[in-house]
């Protein structure tokens, strides 16, 4: 593909306004407009507001759709696209309500020759990135254990999320499908696919539909395990709680890398008490040290030089099924082995 790349987008919610700041950076992207069922939002973007997205797309002609919009709405959206003959889409996570959609979906690309990427975009963080580029040097030596503290702060009370992401409250699946699916990906990304899960989860905050704490347990490859221990209630030290959302800790035999509130990571040696600085703290101002814009520089660049991208929906259905898998294991309270290729 060559020339400016025309990007229209489908919703104008709160979380849009990363994608539509991110797009709005890129000297090779023109965006084109915007789609919302409230006009008013999509005409506060700036840009040709529609609120019918077959017209959207017939008057404007894309070369990329970005769907922003809640899983509910998922579906509808990519077939609509689909028949205008768009042939590169990027769809926010979690993908689709559930894995018989998700599949349905991908089967309905593939076979119109159109490519999905999924806004799975917290593999993208700077400090994942560079805790794998730690990983794949040796620092820690062999790999045993790695865990994630999810610590938001952002769910007690009544007023849970309604400032932000009111359909929170209402979904019957929350903790997982909307937050714990972003490490369910980003350790494939750090450990490789999980072999198997074991989950326990609960509603600690009796206003919302959903779970919103819990333990997941996945074991990968090598013998590595992973814990992500969350819970929407509690909080961490950061001065942004929606930088890194937690805490974490990778564990090995020569060493240990801890990643602070901050975005920061250091490394400690086996044996050593005062750890060295890997990633100096984040300082940018926006979402998750800008990992929208790093995904979505990510699609543009691939392209622009064909190249492959990182979680297109038909590998990202590994995510899915794995989410599947951890419902089943809380519901059964059983360890689940997961089908492996």
Request: proline content about 4%; aromatic content about 8%.
């Amino acid at each position: 593909m060559t020339g400016k790349i025309k990007v229209a987008c489908a919703g104008a919610g709160y979380f849009s306004q990363f994608h539509y700041g991110s797009w709005a950076r890129m000297a090779e992207v023109t965006l084109v407009g915007s789609c919302n069922r409230d006009i008013e939002k999509a005409r506060a973007t700036g840009l040709p507001a529609y609120d019918d997205l077959a017209v959207m797309l017939a008057d404007t002609q894309p070369d990329v759709l970005d769907i922003i919009l809640p899983p509910v709405a998922h579906a509808d959206s990519i077939r609509i696209a689909l028949d205008a003959g768009i042939k590169t889409l990027i769809c926010q996570k979690p993908f689709c309500r559930d894995l018989a959609e998700a599949r349905a979906m991908v089967a309905l690309a593939d076979a119109a020759g159109a490519t999905i990427v999924v806004h799975e975009n917290f593999r993208f963080q700077p400090w994942y990135r560079a805790l794998k580029s730690a990983l794949d040097r040796g620092e820690v030596g062999q790999v045993q254990q790695l865990t994630f503290r999810l610590r938001p702060g952002d769910g007690q009370g009544p007023e849970a999320y309604l400032d932000r992401q009111p359909y929170f409250q209402q979904m019957q699946r929350f903790l997982v499908h909307e937050t714990a699916v972003h490490w369910v990906d980003t350790f494939r990304y750090l450990l490789g696919d999980p072999l198997s899960v074991y989950a326990d989860l609960r509603r600690v905050n009796p206003v919302i539909a959903g779970e919103d704490a819990g333990y997941i347990l996945s074991e990968h490859p090598g013998g590595v395990r992973a814990l992500f221990d969350g819970n929407r209630n509690l909080d961490h030290a950061a001065d942004n709680h929606r930088r890194t959302m937690g805490e974490a800790l990778l564990e090995g035999t020569e060493g240990s890398i801890a990643l602070k509130g901050d975005g920061s990571l250091w490394l400690r040696r086996f044996g050593a008490i005062a750890p060295s600085c890997l990633l100096v703290p984040d300082d940018w101002d926006g979402f998750g040290g800008d990992c929208v814009h790093h995904l979505q520089s990510h699609v543009i660049s691939g392209l622009l030089s064909g190249g492959p991208f990182e979680n297109d929906a038909a590998s990202y259905l590994k995510v899915v099924e794995i989410e599947e898998a951890i419902y089943e294991s809380a519901a059964s309270g059983r360890k689940l082995k997961l089908e492996t290729e």
